[in-house]
């Protein structure tokens, strides 16, 4: 039975229809299977594709063959949505290229809230951990979604603090929804799938291959009302994000950082540049005339579960970085202990490794 999932797959498959011409497409038809049916020249008429690519259409034929090829593509315990769709994220619709469809988990329903995308280096100074964590804690808790990709770095301690904040976040994959990648951050993704959304434009066994993440970065963008880049260096992926993001007509802020900091060189152009200074939080709901929840306060961690060596551990832990073996001195433990026990806090959320065996709290 032909619907509007197999449909849009088929001629998403089409030779010649790319993201663009796909969306100009269902624009003018309203739905992919209204455009299987169609004549030549009725949409010939519409005068986006030539008369060789309509005929594919009209003469369209490999159902059974396209049915199986979508079957195996939709990952298990994942959810499949076209962009004719009415719960398709309307501001991702509404870009130049939306993608033909998309794989999700959980609640893609809260990507037509205010959100904020927020994007930057994979290796942040301390500052920029903290001033991602900072940012993202405090927007969540005001009922701002976050989206982000998932990578180390400050998209990684953006999830986090959400999460912990109580609040919503999605990760925008570049690779199937069956490849949890970084693999680091698997159980970080299953946190946002419990109330927040998984999604990708790529179907299952597509691996994360660094050709997929410029791709990626237009729906990162296009999804949320804003960006927020917090430290890019020269040239990033974070800055391709923030032209992505001009680019669909959204706006674009940025933190400023020290001066004779590499990390800080992307920042510091784009406010050159014209991008929104961000100081606090306060900046970004001026900028989109939000309203901040003035009951909102900072959100300690319940610690009452943990057990005693995890909070004898947690507990002296901050923002500011502390080395493993300090740690393990400090509590009286052993490595191992200490080790296992850091990576059952880890595996929380509750806090962050750093390169060179340290470690601060999420």
Same mark, same amino acid.
């Given at each position: 039975m032909i619907d509007e999932k197999l449909a849009s797959w088929a001629l998403s498959h089409i030779d010649g229809i790319g993201a663009v011409i796909f969306a100009r497409l269902i624009n003018k038809f309203g739905t992919a299977m209204a455009i299987f049916e169609q004549s030549t020249e009725d949409i010939l008429e519409s005068e986006i594709i030539s008369r060789s690519c309509a005929e594919k259409i009209v003469s369209f034929k490999k159902w059974d063959e396209t049915a199986n090829s979508l +079957?195996?593509?939709? /990952? $298990?315990?994942?959810? =499949?949505?076209?962009? &004719?769709?009415? #719960?398709?994220?309307?501001?991702?619709?509404?870009?130049?290229?939306?993608?033909?469809?998309?794989?999700?988990?959980?609640?893609?329903?809260?990507?037509?809230?205010?959100?904020?995308?927020?994007? +930057?280096?994979?290796? /942040? $100074?301390?500052?920029? =951990?903290?001033?991602? &964590?900072?940012? #993202?804690?405090?927007?969540?808790?005001?009922?701002?979604?976050?989206?982000?990709?998932?990578?180390?770095?400050?998209?990684?301690?953006?999830?986090q603090a959400t999460l912990e904040a109580g609040g919503l976040t999605a990760a925008v994959f570049g690779c199937g929804l069956d490849i949890f990648y970084p693999p680091g951050h698997s159980a970080l993704a299953r946190r946002i799938a419990e109330t927040g959304c998984l999604l990708s434009e790529f179907e299952k066994g597509t691996k994360p291959e660094r050709f997929n993440f410029p791709v990626r970065n237009r729906i990162v963008s296009g999804l949320a009302d804003g960006v927020l880049v917090i430290e890019a260096a020269e040239k990033s992926g974070a800055l391709v994000t923030a032209s992505l993001a001009?680019?669909?007509?959204?706006?674009?802020?940025?933190?400023?950082?020290?001066?004779?900091?590499?990390?800080?060189?992307?920042?510091?152009?784009?406010?050159?540049?014209?991008?929104?200074?961000?100081?606090?939080?306060?900046?970004i709901f001026d900028c989109f005339k939000w309203h901040k929840a003035t009951s909102a306060i900072e959100k300690t961690p319940d610690i009452s579960r943990l057990s005693k060596n995890e909070q004898t551990i947690f507990t002296s832990i901050t923002v500011q970085p502390?080395?493993?073996?300090?740690?393990?001195?400090?509590?009286?433990l052993g490595h191992g202990i200490t080790a296992e026990v850091l990576l059952n806090l880890e595996m929380k959320g509750l806090i962050i490794r750093k390169p060179g065996n340290y470690v601060v709290k999420a």
């Open positions: +079957g195996q593509a939709i /990952p $298990s315990g994942v959810d =499949f949505i076209t962009l &004719s769709d009415d #719960a398709y994220p309307s501001k991702l619709k509404n870009i130049n290229d939306p993608p033909p469809y998309l794989f999700y988990v959980g609640n893609i329903e809260i990507l037509n809230r205010p959100s904020i995308a927020i994007v +930057g280096s994979r290796k /942040p $100074s301390d500052y920029g =951990f903290r001033m991602a &964590s900072k940012m #993202a804690g405090e927007m969540a808790s005001s009922g701002i979604v976050i989206i982000s990709g998932l990578a180390y770095g400050i998209d990684g301690a953006s999830h001009l680019e669909q007509g959204r706006e674009v802020l940025a933190i400023p950082g020290s001066v004779d900091s590499k990390l800080s060189f992307g920042t510091n152009n784009l406010i050159k540049q014209g991008a929104t200074t961000v100081t606090s939080v306060q900046d502390i080395h493993l073996d300090e740690i393990g001195r400090n509590a009286g």
